[in-house]
């Protein structure tokens, strides 16, 4: 039989690639006029870590985690998600010694152990961001503004922006006992993971994707009339900078989250065009993460966009990139010149293609067609002899007259389009 790839598990061909690019490209230059630099961290951790940062009552250390013990009977996990990996980073290279704000960016593939679907799938990329050492709440502002203008850079008026804030470990308290009095009453109606969890993590209810939970949670306290004057505040500053800088949002006060870190602004970017999976990026502040993983009170914010589905609202625009030139032959003679060329003009920087069989014309030139190039030019005994030949240029038909040596048709090539 032969043999596919693992469930979940996806192969990524080169024309989706062509678009991952264009969204990685653009994650970089945005994030890097923000000031953010790359970190590059493993793919696999201490299962500990995860544990211990994301909370033991979420859906992601309770079941979806890819957790297995080694050759060395260590229990490791692939990561689910980057955040914890950058902040054990963070604390064992102590990069918080010279300056507590730091803005780090990473990329790659998480693993999450759930039922694959479209836009969901066990091996999944994320492109995240996270910037440490500042309460402020304009560092909340400036993380979502960077968030937007990527999907503005991306060319993506969907997905929005969704706020929310989350409180502190001072009103948290308060909130969740509201909460857990309310779900009470409600129990019989609340699914199994929620009922067994409505004591340890109530929250997640007001997240759970089971209708019955969605319905058995309207008309539940809302987070935003429990938060303290401070987080108060902080959420109030946080608006009037997003207001200030023009950027859209709407507040959704039943936003939690699938991670416990989470503290005072929580954000999601929405879509509605994926169906029910409609985050496509998601985030918020984790100012108690850092000590919790045994380093120094400084807090942070962060967010993490999915590639997959930032690619499903790209479509099937096409990014790849095409020939510059397609040089086809007549016969055997010609192509030792054509090769020569090709030669050449690829040492030059341009991207050159001819055929390699020495099949028809008439083929050749459907290759061209295929590989959208743009220009063609045929190569026969004549334009050996003559030392010139006609190129095409395959949009429009233009013909141009250009001697045949690399230096001729470098300029050809050079030339912007008319
Ligand atoms: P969802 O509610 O859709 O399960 P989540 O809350 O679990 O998302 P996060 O943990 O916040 O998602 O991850 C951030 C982003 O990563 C999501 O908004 C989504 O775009 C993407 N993502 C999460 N899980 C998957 C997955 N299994 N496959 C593809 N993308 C994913
Ligand atoms: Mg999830």
Sequence with gaps: MALTAVKGFNDILPEESARWR?????????????????????????????CRSIGDATDIVEKEMYTFVDKGENSVTLRPEGTAGVMRAF???????????????????????ERPQKGRYRQFHQIGAELTGVTDPL??????????????????????????SLGCPDCRPAYR???????????????????????????????????????????????????CTGCHEHFTTVRHYLELSGTPYSI??????????????????VTGLLGSQSAVAAGGRYDGLISQ??????PGIGFAMGVERVALLLGNQDFSTSPDLFIATMGQGERDLAFRLM???????FRIEMDYEGKSLKSQMRRADKLKARYSVVIGENEVTGGSASFKRMNDGAKTETALTVDGIVLLLSTTEL
């Design 22 to 50: 264009h969204i990685e490209q653009t994650a970089r230059r945005v994030f890097e006029q923000y000031g953010f630099g790359e970190i590059r961290v493993p793919v696999m951790e201490k299962t500990e870590l995860f």
């Design 91 to 113: 604390i064992e290279h102590k990069l918080y010694a010279q300056d507590p704000v730091a803005r780090l960016y990473y990329m790659g593939p998480m693993f999450r152990y």
């Design 139 to 164: 560092a909340d502002a400036q993380v979502l503004h960077m968030l937007t203008l990527f999907f503005r850079e991306i060319g993506l008026s969907e997905p929005t922006l969704q706020i929310n």
């Design 177 to 227: 006992a509201a909460l857990r009095s309310f779900l009470e009453e409600r129990l019989g109606q609340l699914c199994d993971d929620c009922k067994r969890r409505s004591d340890t993590n109530p929250l997640r209810a007001l997240d759970c994707k089971v209708p019955g939970c969605a319905e058995a949670t309207i008309g539940a306290p809302s987070v935003l009339e429990h938060l």
């Design 252 to 269: 959704n006060s039943r936003m939690v989250r699938g991670l416990d870190y989470y503290t005072r602004t929580t954000f999601e970017m």
């Design 293 to 298: 993983l045994g380093g120094p009170a400084i």
């Design 343 to 349: 030669d050449g003009l690829l040492k030059s920087g």
